[in-house]
């Protein structure tokens, strides 16, 4: 069976990966660019792992404004436990941002114990706590970023965060220009309009998703 790269299986050798594949019933399904992966509270029991590909988790509220709450690269885990309340009943969904391969398995296959006492069972659900904290420390800096009041503050604040992270000046955002207005909850076109100030104020080089900051911020 294949071998699946994820945070979610640290420390698991491909052998016991595949005893686990075989012994949770795991199933593996291909998406299309755009298509729905995962609907969140109609899927309650589910755990998604991407082994292939990107993905965004996506909020849609009644009047149909789109909010991008994660964007997903090969390894990601997705599911009911991972993500937080739904208050405002909005859609929660998964949708391919390009292909990509998911493999699923029932989430109580973590939280059951196991007859045989597996270490590597063990060790997944030690993984999956470190992944619960991964997601919360996300959402605070998402938190951080929203919480500028300006448009240009939100997104120097963002591309600092991605700095940092990259440990360098120029990266790559991780997602389209149209999904990061989406991600920090703002009209694309007027988010278009103060980043074409910010390059022009020399701040920030623009290369498709390629950034770079000027060093005197």
């Not at 739904?86 to 929660?92: P, Q, S, T």
């Not at 493999?103 to 997944?124: G, P």
């Not at 389209?176 to 703002?186: E, F, G, H, R, V």
């Amino acid at each position: 069976m294949e071998t699946i790269s994820s945070p979610i299986f640290a420390g698991i050798s491909p052998a016991e990966l595949q005893c686990m594949q075989e012994c949770f019933h795991m199933r593996k399904q291909h998406f299309r660019t755009e298509e729905v992966v995962y609907t969140f509270y109609q899927q309650r029991d589910i755990i998604g792992i991407l082994s292939a590909g990107t993905a965004l988790v996506e909020r849609i509220d009644e009047k149909g404004n789109r909010t991008i709450l994660e964007h997903l690269e090969c390894g990601g885990v997705f599911g009911e436990m991972l993500i937080f309340e739904n208050i405002a009943d909005d859609r929660l969904d998964v949708i391919a941002e390009s292909p990509c391969d998911v493999w699923f398995m029932r989430s109580d296959q973590l939280t059951k114990r196991c007859e045989k006492a597996c270490v590597h069972h063990s060790r997944m659900v030690e993984n999956m706590f470190r992944l619960v904290t991964d997601k919360a420390l996300a959402l605070s800096e998402r938190v951080e970023v929203l919480s500028r009041r300006s448009i240009r503050e939100k997104l120097l604040c963002y591309f600092q965060m991605q700095a940092f992270r990259h440990n360098s000046d120029t990266f790559t955002l991780p997602f389209s220009l149209s999904a990061l207005a989406d991600y920090i909850s703002t009209d694309r076109s007027a988010m278009m309009r103060e980043l074409k100030k910010l390059r022009e104020e020399g701040r920030v080089q623009l290369n498709g998703r390629i950034v770079t900051l000027a060093n005197h911020l």
